[in-house]
Each structure stands twice: as structure tokens, then as C-alpha cells.
């Protein structure tokens, strides 16, 4: 039957995703008075705001017009407000006044940030790196994190492995999730390190326990490949669970299929077809492969020959095929594959303008 085609992705999904969780808080020291910045001014001055670097976020007394707010304790989270608004001039104003009348280690770890996006200030890799280092040699493991991804990328001249993995490992066990698992990336991939997938699975459980979707994801396919941890179907469930309601869109595949296989987990079949249509209408095209399964047999969901023709075609467009699927479709009427062809269109459309603009 189609629906038995509902088979689970394998850790290659896993190791092609050694990339960088990039966006990481940093800091650097320069001049302990930096240059006044320069206001931003239209999309520059409002790029994506990535995670700050303080968890803490106090919402604090506002002063009265025109005055200024006088230093105090919470002046660390004033930037850090500052900075989630995306007034980055305000945050790197407060943020190197910490620095300079309290030698702040987090506030040196913004101004690397700052300095690293280009966020009220003029991008600068040198200076970013600075305040990262002050602040890494003070023990702030976010600054670690950020100074060993500048080595890892070559942001500071020619990529030096060696460096950048020294200062992950010491943010990975000061605590630092990224840290954690971008080693344990590493150490599956198997080039910067000799591969160990005990190493990684012990680094992935740091992320994990941590609240790291990826982490929870990556360690789930270990468990179900049982790569360096025992093979624990229930385990691998629990974790995906978990990343799925992160919304990590891979977590949300495999465990959807868990759910319509019960592997390692109680079969179900209405939340496996939600969970794949909250997938599939993301983007992923195996889940819109798994959908177009699902509907065609009416499992979890009414059976739907329009909609499973069109998902079809859309997986099919994103490079995932399925000839079942195509003798299915090859099987309805006319006005049924019409119906299909127009709704996919747009769809169809943006995966071939996605691909033209990757060529």
C-alpha cells in the first residue's frame, strides 16, 4: 500500500547539516571608548535580530523625557532590551558605558555582537573579535562561542580549525548549547576530528537536555540508527517530540512517521498526517511526499485524490519522486489532475524561481 511508504530519513540527514548555528551572542574589546557610531538608515538599520546574548530580560523603569537614565545595576539589561528592539545605537551607547565604569563582561560580549552583524555600527570583524576575546578571557562562554565560529568561518583571515574548536570545546563545557552541538557535528562528519559518534551523542545530550531542537533531532537519529548510544526506538520518539514542537521541521517528519508507524511511540495517525501537513506546507518535500501518501489513502485524513496529486507534484518539483504516486495520479480523471496542476502551480513556480536564483 502507499501509505507503508512512510519509511524514516537516516543520519546522512544528520552530517549534510554541519553548518553553523550562526547567529550567537559575542562580544570584543577594542577601545575601551569605541568611535561613536553612525545611525543605520533603512534595511540596514533593521537586519534580522539574532538571539541576545543575556537571557534575563527586565523590563526596567523608564526615565522621563529627554533625561538620560542614570547607571545603574540594570544597565546590562537595558542594553540587552535595547538591543532585542533592535535600537542598537541606544544598546551600544548603554553597553559601553558598562565597559568603561564597570568593566562589564557581558556588555563587552553586545559590543562584539554589534560590531560582528553590523548593528548600529559599521561592520567590523577585527573589532567584533576584540571584545570577544576580553570578554572569552574572562570566562564568558558566549564570547567563546563567537570568537571560535570567527575562526572556524576565516572572519579573521584564514580559517584556523585548530583555534576555533579549542574555544568551542571550552564554551561546550562551560555549558554553551551551540558550542556543544556544533562539536558534535564535527565529530560526525569525521574531518576535523577522527569521527566518534560516542563523542557526538554525549555532546548532542549536553544541547539537548539544553533545549536544542537541532541537538534533540540529531540525537534522536543516533538512537535509532543506535550510533553511539544503545538503539532505543521510545527514546528517539521522546526526542523528536520534543524538537517537533520547537517546530524543527525534520523532527516534525520523522515524527510524524513514528506516530503512523507506532515506533517507539503509541500509533497515531490523525496527529502523523498534522504534524506532516504543518511540514509539508514549510517547504520540506518529503513530508509533502508523505502527505500526498496519506491523502491518497485516506489514513489520519479523508481521503483527498485532488490534494494528493498536487502535493505529489510539489514533492515531485522539490526533487522528491514516487511511482506509486505517479500511477495514482496517472489513475484519476482529467478534472481531478486539472484541479491539482493549478492548485500546485504556485507552488511548482517558487521551487523553480528558488532554483534558478541558486544556479
Known amino acids: 500500500m502507499i501509505a507503508r511508504r512512510l519509511l524514516a530519513t537516516s543520519l546522512l540527514a544528520v552530517v549534510s547539516a554541519v553548518t553553523w548555528l550562526a547567529q550567537a551572542a559575542a562580544q570584543t574589546p577594542v577601545p575601551l571608548t569605541p568611535p561613536a557610531p553612525q545611525e543605520a538608515t533603512g534595511k540596514a538599520a533593521h537586519k534580522a535580530t539574532p538571539k541576545p546574548v543575556a537571557t534575563k530580560r527586565a523590563t526596567p523603569p ?61 561592520r567590523n570583524d577585527q573589532k567584533a573579535a576584540e571584545w570577544y576575546r576580553l570578554a572569552a578571557d574572562r570566562g564568558d562562554r558566549e564570547a567563546m562561542f563567537a570568537l571560535g565560529m570567527f575562526y572556524m568561518g576565516g572572519r579573521l583571515g584564514t580559517p584556523n580549525a585548530e583555534q576555533g574548536t579549542k574555544l568551542l570545546a571550552t564554551a561546550a563545557k562551560l555549558g554553551q548549547a551551540a558550542a556543544s552541538y556544533d562539536l ?150 482529467a478534472d481531478v489532475r486539472g484541479a491539482a496542476e493549478k492548485a500546485a502551480k504556485p507552488w511548482i513556480d517558487a521551487i523553480k524561481e528558488a532554483r534558478d536564483q541558486h544556479s
Open 62 to 122: 523608564q526615565p522621563a523625557p529627554n533625561q538620560a537614565a542614570a547607571p545603574t545595576e540594570g544597565d546590562a539589561d537595558l542594553a540587552f532590551g535595547a538591543f532585542q528592539r533592535g535600537s542598537y545605537l541606544t544598546a551600544f551607547s548603554i553597553a559601553t558605558r558598562r565597559v568603561e565604569e564597570k568593566n562589564d563582561v557581558k556588555a563587552m560580549t553586545l559590543l562584539g555582537e554589534l560590531y560582528a552583524h553590523g548593528f548600529g555600527v559599521p
Open 184 to 333: 558534535a557535528l564535527l565529530y560526525l562528519e569525521g574531518k576535523v576530528f577522527p569521527q566518534d559518534f560516542t563523542r557526538a551523542a554525549e555532546l548532542l545530550r549536553s544541547a539537548a537536555d539544553a533545549g536544542t531542537p537541532e541537538a534533540q533531532y540529531a540525537l534522536a537519529t543516533l538512537y535509532k540508527e543506535g550510533r553511539g548510544v544503545p538503539a532505543d526506538l521510545a527514546e528517539a520518539a521522546r526526542l523528536l517530540a520534543a524538537a517537533s514542537l520547537a517546530d524543527n521541521v525534520d523532527a516534525q517528519v520523522e515524527y510524524a512517521i513514528a506516530l503512523f508507524n507506532g515506533s517507539g511511540v503509541a500509533r497515531n495517525e490523525p496527529l502523523a498526517a498534522t504534524l506532516m501537513q504543518k511540514a509539508a506546507r514549510k517547504g520540506n518535500p518529503v513530508a509533502q511526499n508523505r502527505l500526498a501518501n496519506i491523502l491518497a489513502v485516506g489514513r489520519g485524513l479523508k481521503a483527498d485524490p485532488v490534494e494528493a496529486v498536487k502535493w505529489h507534484m510539489i514533492a515531485k518539483a522539490g526533487g522528491v519522486g514516487d511511482i506509486p504516486l505517479d500511477t495514482f495520479t496517472q489513475q484519476q480523471t
